[in-house]
């Protein structure tokens, strides 16, 4: 069964149609990358997803569990829309690491909060994680004391922390020198084990056909192209998918 | 009179200058959060009533203020209010003044709750909402974003303009002297007046200079304290 539906997303800003029917699903462990040019909507759709937006039409379910519906979601409550958003997370594209607190607080903050187990559980789990995204000796470094990758490094591990169990990337290399992409990269593609579900929003065209299982192009608010990375890639089907990819490639 | 004499006499009238000093502190920088907040508020009649008081007190010299609290009760509503209380707590011959330091106080409370609130709410503003979002996403809500995350990024931007705005407050105590409050530069008057000493009046900077270096001293190590992070 599909572990994430998004039926029917839609979503304008004033009189900006950004999202004009948004429809996929995802099944668990799928890496999900989506493409496409910059305003055609990939932000805004990651940003509906961990409701940070409400969409204005459309439904949004995870494991068959229906988390938002426009029809009633006026009845969502802050408290709802904080549990809803547990099932998610997200990595921005500017990391927003909290500045004052170290790596291992980054990482520990929210599980203490939410309380998700013993002190010594969240301190050894941010520690595993910490480890895995290679940063464990600067565990008690500020994120001002970290280069870019390092920091984006970091926000993945505090993301993975709440145990999401769909995991969105927001171009998590853009803002990096290129030098640095490598290193973010190589993390999420190691991520990609077993039950944990991604969806990455990248300009990375190599990164989006070696790791991910499907891709979505996103164009003007609609999806215009989804598949395999080798229907998308190698077959595309729209003409507009087609102009993207070419003038992508031809910048390589 | 000695010069320890001067001295002591003057610095009876500086302890009502820091008495004025940290009421106003203690009860201004509390009191200038909830009038952030209400300048902040995204129910409009309350941030427009809120900002337009905010534009009012700092649009009018303090001495004014002083003068509107410390007259508007006894000129409007016949209310000797303030002259009741320096009678109260008479005790000798001389007049207390204590009445006085009250309105002093108000005036100089509202005054800078007011500027303190400006400073909190450009502080506030200035942190960027994706700090928000990203304890938002990871299941916060907004009391926890707020104290764990917020907090501290919004001290540490407000503190180098809060210890300008406090350096200033020691020199501004000194307007309490046009209600005749016993503040330092009043006691120095009273010299030139009865005593024909006028060198006591420049003599009462140097207090004033004096407790200025140790706000400043003290004010630089927690601006350094909290220069850990860069936010
Ligand atoms: N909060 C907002 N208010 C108004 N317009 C917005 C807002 N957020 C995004 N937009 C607009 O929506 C469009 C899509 O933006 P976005 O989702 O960021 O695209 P992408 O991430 O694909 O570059 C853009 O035209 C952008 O200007
Ligand atoms: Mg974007």
């Known amino acids: 069964m599909a572990v994430l539906e998004v039926n029917n997303i839609q979503k304008h800003f004033g009189k900006t149609e950004v999202l004009k029917g948004i429809t996929f699903s995802l099944e668990r462990g799928q890496v999900l990358a989506i493409i496409g040019s910059s305003g055609s909507g990939k932000t805004t759709l990651l940003r509906c997803l961990n409701f940070l937006e409400t969409p204005d039409e459309g439904t949004i379910s995870v494991d068959g569990k229906t988390l938002f519906d426009a029809a009633d979601h006026k009845s969502l409550s802050d408290e709802v829309i904080r549990q809803n958003r547990l099932h998610f997370g997200l990595v921005f594209q500017n990391f927003n690491l909290f500045p004052q607190y170290t790596v291992l607080q980054n990482v520990t903050l929210a599980p203490s909060l939410l309380k998700t187990g013993t002190a010594e559980e969240i301190q050894s789990k941010a520690l595993s994680l910490i480890e895995k995204v290679g940063l464990i ?10 280069s870019g990758g390092q920091q984006q490094r970091v926000a993945i591990a505090r993301a993975l922390a709440m145990n999401p169990e769909i995991l969105c990337f927001d171009e998590p290399t853009s803002a990096l020198d290129p030098e640095l992409t490598g290193e973010v990269l190589k993390v999420i593609k190691a991520l990609k084990s077993g039950d944990s579900t991604m969806i990455v929003v990248t300009h990375e065209m190599e990164f989006a056909k070696n790791v991910a299982d499907k891709v979505i192009f996103m164009a003007d608010g609609v999806i215009e192209e989804f598949g395999t990375p080798e229907e998308v890639f190698d077959n595309p089907q729209s003409p507009k998918t087609k102009a993207f990819l070419a003038k992508s490639f031809e910048e390589i | 009179m000695t010069f320890l004499e001067v001295t002591s006499f003057l610095f009876d009238g500086f302890k009502i200058s820091l008495l004025i000093f940290a009421v106003t502190l203690l009860c201004g920088a509390p009191l200038g959060l909830p009038i952030a907040f209400c300048s902040m508020s995204r129910f409009k009649p309350l941030r427009a009533v809120s900002r337009i008081i905010v534009w009012i007190v700092r649009g009018i010299p303090l001495m004014l203020q002083i003068f509107i609290i410390y007259y508007v009760p006894s000129l409007v509503f016949e209310w000797e209010i303030w002259k009741n209380l320096d009678l109260a707590f008479t005790t000798g011959r001389e007049l207390s003044f204590a009445g006085r330091v009250f309105a002093v106080m108000i005036a100089f409370i509202l005054n800078y709750a007011c500027y303190f609130s400006e400073i909190y709410r450009g502080g506030i503003e200035s942190i960027s909402k994706g700090q928000y979002e990203a304890g938002y996403v990871l299941g916060l809500n907004k009391s926890q974003v707020f104290r764990k995350i917020v907090l501290k990024q919004v001290i540490q931007r407000i503190v180098p303009p ?43 900077g140097a207090f004033y200079l004096l407790f200025v270096g140790l ?5 630089g190590k927690i601006e350094k304290k909290l220069s850990y992070f860069r936010s």
């Open chain 2, 215 to 219: 706000l400043t001293i003290v004010l």
């Open chain 2, 162 to 204: 809060m210890s300008n705005e406090i350096i200033t407050l020691i020199k501004d105590t000194a307007l309490a002297n046009c209600i005749m409050v016993g503040e330092i530069i009043y006691k120095a008057n009273i010299l030139a007046a009865e005593d024909a000493l006028i060198w006591p009046l420049f003599f009462s």
């Open chain 1, 137 to 146: 000796e600067k565990k008690e470094s500020y994120p001002c004391q970290l």
